[in-house]
């Protein structure tokens, strides 16, 4: 039975992925800041292990690993941070709130990669990272810094498979909060990017970035 780490998996794509991570008979560890939205998604999972924290904290992350134990199959990087919404101009970004930001999104992951050292990496990202959206300099400049990590880490481990992986916008909760106010209804839920994700983990292509909606395209 492969092991599998999957961070932010109490909702959204991360929760998706988990289901179908299960469905396929894999051992999951799960977390989320929240304890009761985590317990609530590990009893749709059987044989999940919930541990509840924030992934920029070390005794959380060292817990995550430790519950996994041995080897570890697979790791999903999945928890994010997005900031303030409506996000504010960089020339006014409180820098606080964008170190936590990256503690989140950049240095959170890393560190869980340096315990777990896992067989397969998927770390998520965004359009956010490569396009210049007015509005998303802390979210988007977090994403570029996992995106180029990301790249460094394949290059210097070409024995493991390392991925960067954009979903592509999705109707969830921080996609909502990115845009308050607005009707995301039309977006695609989650559990439909899932199997482009399904097509890297349990595939064989090479270490790379990846958009989830190409992977699907290729498949149909």
């Given amino acids: 039975m492969p092991t599998a780490i999957v961070t932010g998996a109490s909702r959204g794509l991360g929760l998706a992925l988990s289901r179908a991570l299960s469905e396929r008979g894999w051992r999951l560890v799960i977390d ?24 920029s904290d070390p005794s959380h992350r060292s817990a995550l690993v430790e519950a996994a134990g041995g080897e570890i199959d697979l790791l999903v990087n999945n928890a994010s941070l997005l900031g303030p919404s409506p996000q504010p101009a960089l020339a006014d970004y409180p820098l606080d709130v964008l170190e936590e930001v990256y503690r989140v999104n950049v240095l959170a992951p890393l560190a869980l990669i340096q315990l777990a050292r896992p067989r397969v990496i998927v770390n998520v990202t965004s359009d956010a990272a490569v396009e210049p959206y007015e509005g998303w300099g802390g979210y988007g400049s977090s994403k570029a810094a996992l995106e180029q990590l990301s790249a460094i ?16 916008d999705m109707n969830t ?11 995301i209804s039309d977006r695609p839920d989650p559990e439909e990017r899932v199997p482009g994700l399904l097509a890297l983990i349990e595939g064989g292509l090479p270490s790379g970035r990846y958009s989830a909606g190409a992977l699907l395209e290729a498949r149909a």
């Fill in 32 to 55: 989320a800041r929240e304890a009761g939205p985590l317990e609530a998604a590990a009893a749709q999972l059987p044989g999940a292990t919930p541990i509840p924290g924030d992934v």
């Fill in 153 to 168: 880490l394949a290059a210097e481990h070409p024995d493991r498979r390392v991925y960067w992986v954009d979903p592509g």
């Fill in 173 to 183: 909760r921080m996609h909502q909060e990115a845009f308050p106010g607005e009707d």
